[in-house]
């Protein structure tokens, strides 16, 4: 068993990769550069080109066959950007700061996994679709809170660890997680379309939501923790 300065090591180490990753996206970390910009328009358009499309077919004017129903799409694409664009405009109110572009970034992969195994046929046809689709949501939904929050915790000058940060960011990704569950639930109920899967199906995909969401907080707060350390130790001139 690691001890001490052992275990402290160990951890470093740990965040040499997620380190890497943050840093790949520092570019896109700080809502005001060319490319965030373009990232936001983009999201913008993709969002708005997905909801055109499930919209016509959910309103029979196109019929292109999926896993699912179109009524679940059209809510489930209309929410993510909703959210999105609700939290930037409440960062750029509150603290002059708009939402970061690898939060969009997060945004348009979370969506476009979920639009293509409903439109694929992917979910019924490939058995380890549905596990990976919530597998990976846990890393793109709670990486990107953990940024709203951690922006928010700096803007509104909250003075809390960086931990509490990290809490509040995974007690919000596992209540939308919990929606999301409520929305298959409620659209078998009223609907009929038989996709939920049933009792073993929704802990399955809690789990793995939860697993992947917890680990991310995990990494994001190390790391967030040793750039800010490094950063105070950099000699200034």
Not at 47 to 63: A, D, K, P
Not at 176 to 199: H, P, T
Request: charged share 20%; glycine share 10%.
């Amino acid at each position: 068993m690691l001890k001490g300065p052992e275990f402290a090591h160990f951890c470093v180490r740990c965040t040499v990769v997620p380190e890497a990753i943050f840093s790949f996206f520092d570019p896109l970390m700080s809502g005001k550069t060319r490319l965030d910009r373009w990232v936001r328009w983009v999201g913008y358009g993709l969002f708005l080109g997905l909801f055109l499309f499930e919209l016509l077919n959910l309103l029979g004017i196109l019929e292109v066959r999926l896993d699912y129903t179109w009524r679940g799409r059209v809510i489930s694409t209309a929410f993510v950007f909703l959210v999105a664009y609700g939290v930037d405009s409440v960062m750029r109110r509150w603290v002059g700061k708009r939402l970061s572009g690898w939060v969009w970034v997060a945004m348009i992969l979370l969506i476009l996994v979920d639009f293509c195994g409903d439109v694929f046929r992917l979910y019924l046809s490939v058995g380890w679709y549905d596990r990976f689709a919530h597998a990976l949501s846990g890393p793109l939904v709670a990486g990107s809170l953990f940024l709203v929050f951690r922006d928010l915790a700096a803007g509104l000058a909250w003075r809390v660890p960086r931990g509490v940060v990290g809490l509040l960011a995974f007690g919000t990704h596992e209540t939308f997680s919990v929606l999301y569950e409520m929305q298959e639930y409620l659209e078998d109920v009223l609907f009929g379309s038989r996709r939920s899967g049933g009792g073993m199906d929704t802990a399955d995909d809690l789990t793995l939501s939860f697993v992947g969401g917890a680990l991310t907080i995990v990494a994001c707060v190390l790391v967030d923790a040793l750039r800010a350390d490094r950063s105070r130790k950099r000699p200034t001139s």
